[in-house]
């Protein structure tokens, strides 16, 4: 599954609240979050999967959709982060720092047996 957005502010959790927030089985996450203007080093974002820390303060590519035509991140080119394994239960922690423009951000689930 694909759960995807837009962040105009910075947020703790883009997934916080929803039903994706909890891994319901065995799973692959793969994370992007892109820019819509130039790159800026005050837009950041940290992902942690249960109590691991993946990346912290990472900085979001510039993309510029406005101008590129597209409407958000690509698969597999703009995911950062690309399989990385999530247990039944783990609580999935996207928090964005936003510093200039919006940010669109993608969080793809793959279950696994």
Known sequence: MLISGFAVATT???LGGSIFEFVRRPSRISVAVVSD???SA???FTFQVGDTT???DAQVFGEIL???GRQGPIYPDDFLIQNEPALAG???VLQILRGTGNL????????VA
């Open 12 to 14: 703790p959790n883009v």
């Open 37 to 39: 203007v130039a790159i």
């Open 42 to 44: 005050a837009n950041l």
């Open 54 to 56: 993946i990346c912290r």
């Open 66 to 68: 406005a101008t590129s």
């Open 90 to 92: 783990d609580r999935l």
């Open 104 to 111: 669109a951000w993608a969080v793809m689930v793959t279950e």
